[in-house]
Every structure is written in C-alpha cells, then in structure tokens.
C-alpha cells in the first residue's frame, strides 16, 4: 500500500511541474491562438539562469528570483519581437517561428553554456529527507508541490478577485467587447506572457534543483508535453490544464511501472492523451474547443 | 620575358621539391582517415576523440612509422549515419586513405564499416559498441568491449565480487542497455544471482520516482544500473534521496566526471563495471592522461583513451606489417596479440575482430575514480564469434 502511496506522491509532483508550465503555454493559446512551443525554451532559460546566478552569489533564492526576473522579461520580448508582428498572418506563421526560437535557444544554451549541461555549486535540497506519514520525500519535491499550489491559487484569486484579472479573463473570452469597455487588450497580452513565463522559470528553477542539473536539451521534452496537457484540458481552459496536468503525472507515475516494459513514458502520456481525447474529444474540461 | 624565365625556373624548382618530399622516405606520410562527431549533440565525445587521436598520431611520429609519418585527415560525421556514408566515401575514394578510425558513436560505425570493407580500408571503431560493425568484414574491428561482456562481468562482480545475490535492475530501453542487459540475465544463474525487479527507461528521462519506489519495494541487496552520466546522476541522486542504500553497480558509460559533478556525494561508493582504470601503473596512459586534462580542460575519460588507443593499435599492426600495405598491416592487426590498451591489456581479436580484454571496475571514491577490482576471466568475457 504505501508502494501505492508512493507512486501517487511522484504522480503528483509530476502534475504539479507540468502545470506549472502548461499554464504559460494554456494562458496564451486562450488569448492569441498561437501555440507557444518557445515556453519550452523560457522554461530551460529559466532554470539556466537560477543556476549561473545562485552558483555566482551563492544564493539559491537570487537564483530563483533572478530567473523569475528574466523569463517575464524573455516572455514579454517574445510577444513584442516574435509573435505582433505575425498576429495577422494564421496562427501555424507563429507556430512555426515558435518552433525555430526553440530551436535556435537550445542551441544558444549548448554554444553559451556548453554540452554537457550545468550544475549548483552547492545544492543539498534533493537529498535533504523527510518523513512525511511513511512517505520519504526531499526537500524539493516538497517545495514543488507547496510553490505550484501557491502560485496557481494566487493566479486564480488574481483572475477572479481583481480587476486587471477580471479585465483580462473578459479580453480572452471576447477581446472586443472588453476594449470596448476600457480593457487595454495590448496590456493584457504583455501581463499573459509575464506570468505565464514566470511560472515557466519557477518550474525550471525547480527542476533545475531537482536534478541539479540542467542541459541545452531539457526543454523539448516538456514543450510536446506540455502541448498534450493544454489538448487533453480542452485548449484554453485553465481548470482543464490543471486536472489533465495532474492526471497527466498520475498516468505516467503509474503507467512506467506497469506498462513501461513494453512502453516507454512518453509514449503513455500520448497513448493516454488519445484514449482520452476518443472519449471526450473536447478535452477533460470541456468547456471549449478550438 | 624576364619574368616568364622566373616563372618557369621557380615552377621548375617547385617540381623539382615536390618530387624530392614525394620520394624522400623521412617526409612520406601514410594517410589515417578519422571521422568523429565534432559538431552537434555528441559533440563532447567528439572533441575527447580528436583530441586523443592527435596525441596518438603525435606520440607515433615523434618515433615514426616504418621511416614514415601518420596524416590523420578527420571528418565531422555528426554521429550521424548520412554524414558517416558521405565522409567515409570521402576518405576512402578522394583522400585515397589506406587506414581508417572511427571516434564515433554506434550508428555512425555501423554506416561507414561496410564502405571501408569494400574499399579494403583496415578500420577499427574505436567504441561503438553496435554488434553489426564488425559483422561488415574482415577488415573491421572494434577496440571496445560488448554490451554482452559488460553485462556478464557485471553479473560476476555482484555475485562473486561483492557476494550480492537479491538485485533489482534499471536499465536505458536503448540498443546498448538491452544488449547489456540480456549478456547479465544470460548470467545470472552462473552467479546464483535473483532479480527481483526489472525496470527500464527512456534516455530522455531524469524523473525516476516511480522506479526508484518499485526499486524500494523490491529492497535489494544491491542495484544494477545502465546509463550515461546524464540519466544516471538524476537516478543515482533519486535513488539515495529516496533512503536505498543497497550498492549501486553502474554501466560503462557512467564513467564520466560529469557524473560526479553532478550527482556529487550521491555517487559516492558507486561500482562501474567497465570504467577506465586511471589507477593502472602505465607510464603511457598516466602521460595521457595528464596531457589530455591539458588539452582538453578536462579530465580524460574511457572515449579519449579508446581512441587513442585504436590509433596506436593501428600504427602498431602497419609496424608489424613491414609495410604500409593494408592488406598485410590487416593481417598483423587481426594477429595482434598484449598490446597495451590504455583500458586494459588487449589479449587478442577472436575470429570476428572483437577484443579479448580484462575489464576494470572502478568505484567512486571521494569524488574521483578508484580502481576497484578486474574482472579477468575471458571466457566469461568472450564476445560473440560470429
């Protein structure tokens, strides 16, 4: 039983992290149509800088907060540079130079940073332990879990409790109507990609800690899951990324035990993406489709 | 006028040099195709193997060959099969080189052998550990042990070595974590060993929390463990967070710093079959490795002494040979016999041009890399013959 408990626990982190990041790419989909495959790129960004910055000042937290700094400011620069100028071309325009950004960044991190990837000078938070009920967890996934909650709790009183969120869930569902009545749609996309792309670097700073280790490469993995998360909660749909995030991390959890002979884990995040979408084609939260 | 008469007498002078470095015997030179992967995603190796394989050409004409010089003409192919064909064809076909070493990853090997085969080109690949390159011909060989050996000596070393019998295993779902995998099962009765769980992942994994909990549950008297360092220090790490302290016995490709950097005290006690032995009383291999860390800035790992060691062997088999002719140097290189690998003494090639070699085992030991033990029984070791 605890085995079980255990498995569910790693389910869970996992969940929490792609949320994390599902959320960026979720937030701009709802507002622009653009599939933002470069949040993979944000994602490693960040998780570069928490380490160059903490090994710098030997600080892990400036690490954190530095990268936080720098992907909002990445995220922003994003829209300014790569994607207003193809806003009147179709969404696949901005796709596809979404894709060559992540893949010109990766390469960027492989000739700035080198090959074999970076390390935390000084990092004992993975193999700091905890009994938690039975459960042996560290202290990072504890930190997952207890950043992510916070943050997606705060995103949801920030939606639904004030007014520059009000005006921002009323330009995704009908941008006009929302302009019409004071909403600055251009100011609303700029504070979409900051927050999206803050919780990106968070995710990666913690991966980041996670590992203690981060690579050109750690991106791509996460981009086309995280691109299955947003399908499987019904494209632009928060709620809905947030519970396929989790079931998402629940599957795999599971799914690499019992059928990862025959399976490998990414292969069971799309097989259990496709089961899903046969039976409910509008995603789990179904509020919307594309 | 004037100055067609200089042109003409200087162009004379130029033939008449160029005639002398063709025929003269001290500047002859003997032409050694090399592909390594110097641009893109193995571009670490890459950089390890041409760095070694210059210091082995350097070190082989500071003496000499038969009176001769080694050229080493190197292509980038990328680890790439297209890129192997297309250089490989270059080397054999417009370079017209005699000899050829791949400092190269599997694929790349298995793609180029069977030109240098055709073209009756000796090739040894240096590490490429793809059963198929050798299978391309008589004129290949290989200069590294197989996933199945690795995977035996590793059976042999938890069982009778340390005396371990209850193992989980976590191996990568690639060719050469299979391969290793199937020669330590093909094993493991030899060395009364039982495994309790098999779990296998992805190379692009680094979360192993279900496995590590399977690998719990199993509470084995030691984990065995295939990987690069960049799967196997997350999983490492993973496994000790999670409270396993059963030894962990890693594969040959854990034999890398960066695994140490990374995963830092977590690997601290770690076994791996098939490591380069850094300890090994050899006058060579310790001006190896201090040049290396010069050159390269980093420490010298198995890939480096591999290739260096393909490149030496095969200036030592022309020197046996008598003659830069490939077809007789071919003959001295299958006929090898103790030559003085930098990873072990190469006892001989079998019928199929693989190795006949001990393997070392180090363990990790404030933060460096200790030879451990050898495993010497070569019929335990023997490669496939056919």
Not at chain 2, 188 to 213: M, N, P, T
Request: proline share 4%.
């Amino acid at each position: 039983m605890a085995y079980y408990i255990d498995l569910a626990f790693n389910g869970l982190v996992f969940g929490c992290m792609y949320a994390l990041m599902a959320v960026g790419l979720t937030l701009v989909y709802g507002l622009l149509r653009i599939l933002h495959i470069a949040h993979a790129a944000v994602y490693a960004f960040g998780a570069y800088i928490t380490v160059i910055v903490a090994n710098a000042t030997g600080s892990i937290a400036i690490g954190i907060l530095a990268a936080i700094a720098a992907c909002t400011l990445l995220g922003m620069a994003i829209y300014r540079l790569l994607y207003e100028p193809l806003l009147d071309y179709p969404p696949y325009v901005a796709m596809i130079a979404s894709i060559g950004l992540l893949v010109v960044m990766e390469d960027g991190f492989r000739i700035a940073f080198g090959e074999q990837g970076l390390t935390f000078a000084r990092n004992p938070y993975p193999t700091q332990l905890h009994d938690i009920a039975g459960l042996t967890v560290n202290t990072v996934q504890i930190a997952i879990i207890a950043l992510s909650t916070i943050c997606l709790v705060l995103l949801a009183l920030f939606t639904t409790r004030t007014r520059i969120g009000i005006g921002w869930r009323a330009t995704v569902s009908d941008p006009r109507i929302a302009t019409s009545f004071g909403v600055d749609a251009i100011k609303v996309r700029y504070l979409n990609f900051a927050i999206g792309s803050a919780l990106a670097a968070l995710g990666g700073a913690l991966i980041a800690l996670l590992n203690n280790f981060v690579e050109p490469t750690m991106g791509f993995v996460v981009s086309y899951k995280a691109l299955a998360i947003i399908v499987l909660g019904g494209l632009g749909s928060l709620q809905g990324t947030l519970i396929a995030s989790l079931a998402l991390g629940l599957t795999e959890s599971y799914g690499t035990i019992f059928v990862g002979r025959f399976l490998d884990r990414d292969a069971i995040a799309f097989l259990f993406l496709i089961a899903v979408l046969l039976i409910r084609p509008q995603g789990l939260a179904g509020a919307r489709t594309a | 006028m004037r100055t067609k008469l200089v042109c003409s007498r200087l162009g004379t002078l130029a033939a008449c040099l160029l005639l002398i470095a063709a025929t003269s015997p001290a500047s002859a030179q003997i032409k050694l195709g090399f592909q390594a992967p110097l641009t893109g995603p193995a571009a670490t190796d890459g950089k390890s193997a041409k760095i070694a394989a210059d210091m082995a050409v350097e070190k082989i004409n500071a003496a000499g060959v038969l009176g001769q010089k080694i050229e080493l003409i190197t292509y980038d192919d990328q680890a790439k099969t297209e890129e192997a064909v297309f250089t490989a064809n270059k080397l054999a076909g417009q370079d017209g080189v005699k000899f050829a070493v791949s400092g190269s990853y599997s694929a790349s090997g298995r793609a180029a052998a069977p030109i240098f085969q055709q073209a009756g080109v000796p090739f040894i690949s240096a590490y490429g550990v793809h059963p198929d390159i050798t299978r391309a011909g008589n004129d290949v060989f290989r200069g590294v042990h197989l996933g199945p050996p690795q995977g035996r000596a590793a059976a042999k070393f938890i069982g009778d070595n340390l005396g371990l019998k209850r193992v989980s295993i976590v191996t990568m779902d690639n060719d050469y974590g299979q391969a290793t995998l199937e020669g330590f099962k093909s094993a493991v009765d030899q060395f009364g060993i039982k495994v309790l769980g098999e779990y296998s992942y992805s190379l692009k994994d680094r979360q192993f929390g279900s496995i590590v909990a399977s690998v719990k549950r199993d509470n084995p008297d030691v984990v065995y463990v295939t990987g690069y360092f960049f799967t196997a220090a997350p999983l490492v790490t993973q496994l000790r967070s999670a409270g396993i302290q059963a030894p962990i016995v890693g594969s040959q490709a854990f034999d890398a710093q960066k695994l140490i950097e990374i995963a830092g005290s977590a690997v601290e006690g770690v076994y791996i079959v098939g490591g380069l032995n850094r300890d090994r009383d050899m006058p060579e291999l310790k001006e190896y490795l201090a040049q290396f860390q010069k050159r390269a800035g980093y420490a010298g790992e198995n890939v480096g002494a591999t290739v260096y060691s393909a490149v030496r062997l095969m200036a030592d088999a022309i020197t046996r040979a008598g003659t830069p002719d490939p077809a007789k140097a071919r003959d001295a290189l299958a006929a090898t016999k103790n030559f003085p690998h930098l990873a072990g003494e190469l006892v001989s090639f079998n019928p199929l041009r693989e190795i006949n070699m001990p393997m070392n085992v180090n363990v990790v030991k404030d933060g460096q890399f200790r030879h451990y033990a050898w495993i010497d029984d070569l019929k335990l070791l023997a490669p496939p013959t056919e």
